[in-house]
């Protein structure tokens, strides 16, 4: 994985959000350790100037660890509210990670503006536009695939309860509880009289 590119665009896209890039003040010399469980690749975040300093390999000294599978990971990019999830792993300094989720809750990257620099307004709106309907397409296909495959799951390999089933158990279990409860405090009682 090349991470030069990775490390200049993020700082791009930093330099084009004046009020983000300042708050970066805030964790000057902090580092970041960000694992991705799935294939096994660690990429180390340091602050420093205002600017991100990517490399891969682990910090001993890291502030932070953030541990989670790549899609996870992408979708904190997302939705930040995401990092305190169980899907997440942290370690060290939550008020850190607290901050981290601020920030990137706070930023706003125009990325049509940098389009529009790039390839100028006429083409960068209908640009924009195809971009963003691909998004909500794959967003509305990954969301249509997953119900799909757990109706199948449900319905015809049955390797998954539907809802019935779970509270039929869940009430099962309830039952025998209250039965073992029930014989629990017989046998005590019993005990007692002797």
């Known amino acids: 994985m090349l991470l030069k590119p990775a490390e200049l665009t993020l700082n791009a896209a930093l330099n084009l959000d004046p009020e983000s890039k300042q708050k970066l003040v805030q964790f000057e010399q902090r580092s970041l350790v960000i694992e991705i469980t799935d294939i096994t690749y660690t990429i180390s975040v340091a602050i420093n100037q205002q600017q991100l300093v990517l490399a891969n390999n682990a910090l001993d000294a890291a502030d932070l660890t953030i541990s989670a599978n790549a899609i996870t990971l992408i979708r904190l990019g997302q939705n930040p509210d995401n990092l305190f999830s169980s899907d997440v792993e942290i370690h060290g300094d939550v008020q850190f990670a607290k901050q981290l989720q601020d920030f990137i809750e706070g930023f706003d990257f125009d990325w049509e503006a940098l389009l529009a620099k790039l390839t100028g307004d006429t083409l960068a709106y209908?640009?924009?536009?195809?971009?963003?309907?691909?998004?909500?397409?794959?967003?509305?296909?990954?969301?249509?695939?997953?119900?799909?495959?757990?109706?199948?799951?449900?319905?015809?390999?049955?390797?998954?309860?539907?809802?019935?089933?779970?509270?039929?158990?869940?009430?099962?279990?309830?039952?025998?509880?209250a039965d073992f409860d029930r014989l629990e405090a017989r046998i005590n009682r019993l005990q007692g009289n002797k």
């Open 126 to 177: 209908p640009i924009a536009h195809g971009l963003r309907q691909a998004a909500s397409w794959a967003t509305s296909t990954q969301q249509s695939m997953q119900l799909n495959l757990a109706e199948y799951l449900r319905e015809e390999a049955r390797i998954l309860p539907d809802k019935s089933q779970i509270n039929d158990y869940l009430t099962d279990i309830d039952k025998l509880r």
